[in-house]
């Protein structure tokens, strides 16, 4: 959206017409994978606008390296600690 809209900032509702508009499939759960997105630090909330992202500098250079995959590990989060709970107390 930065490079062929111009856009600055975005939306989750931006971002599903822009799935649409490339002809790309729809993630299964984008909300997830826009949080997943933030806490990488690939995208950060534009402050005094809610519920609108930017790009950091760190997700311009993945999206420009393809997403390769010794990024994704070094970007690999650790699992939800509610998450990480919840097996704990299934595996007792």
């Known amino acids: 959206m930065k490079l062929y809209e111009g856009k600055e900032t975005f939306s989750v509702s931006d971002m599903r017409k822009a799935f649409e508009s ?3 499939p729809m993630p299964g759960n ?14 950060a909330p534009k402050h005094g606008m809610k519920g609108m992202f930017y790009l950091t500098s760190s997700g311009e250079e993945a999206v420009n390296k393809k997403f390769p995959g ?3 590990e070094r970007t690999r989060l650790q699992p939800n600690s509610r998450r990480s709970s919840k097996k704990s107390l299934k595996k007792s």
């Open 22 to 24: 490339a002809a790309e």
């Open 30 to 43: 984008l909300n997830r994978d826009v949080n997943w997105t933030a806490r990488a630090g690939w995208i």
């Open 70 to 72: 010794e990024l994704l």
